[in-house]
């Protein structure tokens, strides 16, 4: 009669402990898997404005399945040298190669020109019908995407997206002309005539990339790399990753709650076993 009393009080301890476990759980912070934030920040010696600061971010979503989003902010202050534009970015996946990624549509809610509104919704993959200003590009050579000869600053990843050219193999299968128009800028800082004149995208673009593997992970991109400017000389930032969390250690008010409730079901475990026998 003893032992079996025992056994019950054993089991609501063990029961009671793994309901306190799990509320313990469900106040811990859910990862959202399906969207990866990356942001750098760095300078342009060679700018001419009020700030030489560039800022940059970009938001990678796989909530659609089989597709990648990626949305491309510049945040930095406005573009006063074509060095002050974002032109493109580039990524590397730890995971199997994504051979058959491939970029299906690229979007500018807001199109500028001399901080006059020129367009919106622009399909920058179909300027004007037919003019490819963004592109997409990614290889399997272990190099990565490389550039032109004699470039100091090759592209070592292995996708990337860009509206002007960097020499890259294989290339973005750009048709414009100027190769930072429909680079991204957040507006214009005194500004020199050739951005002055140019046409851009204001503060942000969307990609759509079709393609994408069953049991892609997001949080497998990594390495990546801000372009600004029209040569992989010009300013480039990349991501640093933060260092990880501290490890978490169960609150000193939950360790003692845990260790008094034990000791007290032992004990009256104990006194009922007295009382019986």
């Not at 673009?205 to 372009?227: C, E, H, M, W, Y």
Request: glycine share 12%; with cysteine; proline share 6%.
């Amino acid at each position: 009669m003893s032992q079996l009393y025992s056994k019950k009080i054993v089991g609501y301890a063990a029961c009671c402990i793994s309901a306190l476990a799990v509320v313990a759980v469900s106040q811990m912070p859910k990862a959202n898997a399906a969207s990866m934030t990356f942001s750098a920040t760095g300078t342009n010696p060679a700018s001419g404005g009020t700030s030489a600061a560039l800022a940059a971010k970009a938001v990678f979503d796989d909530s659609i399945a089989g597709k990648l989003t990626l949305t491309l902010t510049n945040t930095g202050p406005g573009a006063s040298a074509p060095s002050d534009v974002l032109t493109g970015i580039f990524w590397d996946y730890a995971g199997s190669a994504l051979t058959n990624l491939t970029l299906s549509s690229a979007k500018a809610p807001t199109v500028i020109t001399n901080n006059v509104t020129t367009g919106t919704n622009v399909d920058l993959t179909k300027v004007g019908g037919n003019t490819v200003e963004w592109g997409f590009a990614k290889t399997t050579a272990s190099s990565g995407l490389g550039g032109a000869s004699g470039i100091l600053k090759p592209v070592t990843q292995h996708y990337g997206i860009g509206t002007a050219g960097f020499g890259i193999s294989p290339g973005f299968g750009l048709s414009g002309g100027q190769q930072f128009n429909y680079g991204i800028i957040t507006g214009y800082d005194s500004s020199n005539p050739a951005v002055s004149g140019g046409t851009f995208v204001k503060n942000s673009a969307t990609f759509v990339f079709s393609g994408l593997p069953t049991g892609f992970d997001s949080t497998k991109i990594q390495n990546v790399r801000f372009q600004y400017g029209t040569s992989l000389d010009e300013p480039s930032t990349y991501y640093i990753a933060p260092p990880p969390p501290p490890k978490k250690v169960p609150e000193p008010a939950t360790t003692a709650a845990l260790g008094l409730f034990a000791v007290g079901a032992l004990r009256v475990a104990k006194k009922k076993s007295l009382v019986l026998a």
